[in-house]
């Protein structure tokens, strides 16, 4: 599958609640980089005013799953987080607008191991980085 | 702050839409245990149909967040995240009630260390854990 | 292999330089739980003067590998590690033994997760704790 | 203290019986750069005849250390490691130099964040990488 129509696919599938409150617009997705953004704002808070880590963790899980499935697509699998390890280096009060790439560290037969980097436009300083391992699966069918 | 009061005004605080849709309840709250529950469904899916690891990261943070900052409201204090580790055991395809405890597994003056489970009511068997490194830091004046 | 031939078979073979510097000695080794111990002294000291953080990994390293390794050893395979995440509770220096317990979190096909927790014999304190991820692979003909 | 100085007064200190057996010889230390090497070598095997997984994390942790500890020795701190995650990413067999860089992902006023990699000589390729979060203390009077 070529990663027009990794992307294009992707982008034709219903998001759920979770996923659209996340926040995440992916801009490209292919086996070997996954880069998107994120609008933060109050939507994204946690009860004390400042973009919820779970926002940076689930768009590093999002972004490593989209670039390892499309990886091995063409073998009739995709990939499914194992382990998620995410640093928070700032907080953000939103207003800002997240860049999010991911890259992977290896590819394997059996595993993968990403690297998502989320950056803040407006600084140029990193909000979040995080490394998701995943284990390639047979699609279902 | 009694753990009564830690909870109540934690609930008073309006939920921004990303906290509503990863759809954590807290159930208790206090400095040294939370406990709260998830009702997975189709809204927390990723693209794939099953329940997006970003749920799981997410209730390990809130839960560890909440314990922690209770845990440090007396002294002025709250608690930030700054490493999320969570390992995805098995996954959902939702209609199941995910049961979350959270419990320190280090207090100290400077940094907390939490445990998050998450399990299948309907199995009993264990979905994700996550452990959650947190800073102390003053509260906003 | 039952477990007391699983011991006696690792016992049997030649330890390397680093690993009897590291000094753990298994005491109890099967497929759901491996226990040891390490002198801790000036023998594992980093430059600081207290117990090097590499002493803890490498117990949890090697305590998780055992176990697991012992746990498919019947299926022609050895585990070998990917992940090795650990935290550091408490630091010593030196004087004490440290106590090593092994058990897993998840065991499949493909992959194992085991925990491993060091308490100081002195105090009952947890030094430290870590998580391996493995996996299960041929063992070498 | 000048990195020269640093390097130095390291390296004028008696090594442990597990730092010498682990074998990082670091060749700079600076508080933004440490590089060294280890000559992997059957002294660092697992019973399974691999090196083992704590040569690297102890690679890691050394490392990571020095660095964090040289960027505030001005300050009369050093650094002590919270938590060493590191992924294995290649098996060695020895007969191999391993190359070692470790470098600041964060350097705040409390805590620290180090990325280190382990790169075969010999093929270029990543054997090891880990990330140690580090704490800012006191010096020992």
């Known amino acids: 599958m070529s990663s027009t129509d990794f992307t294009s696919e992707l982008r034709s599938r219903p998001e759920s609640a979770f996923v659209a409150a996340a926040g995440l617009i992916v801009d490209e997705a292919t086996g070997t980089r996954v880069t998107g953004h994120i609008e933060l704002s109050a939507d994204h808070f946690t009860p004390w ?6 926002v940076y963790t689930t768009a590093v899980e999002s972004a490593a799953s989209i670039g390892a499935s499309a990886a091995v697509a063409d073998r009739g699998q995709f990939a499914v987080g194992v382990h998620n390890g995410t640093d928070f280096l700032r907080s953000s009060t939103g207003g800002d607008r997240a860049l999010v790439v991911a890259e992977p560290l290896q590819q394997g037969r059996v595993q993968q191991l990403w690297l998502v ?7 140029g300083k990193t909000l979040a980085r995080g490394q998701v391992r995943l284990q390639n699966v047979p699609l279902p069918a």
Chains 1, 2, 3, 4 share one sequence.
């Open 117 to 123: 980097t989320i950056t803040s436009e407006q600084t």
């Open 49 to 54: 005013g400042v973009v919820h880590g779970g």
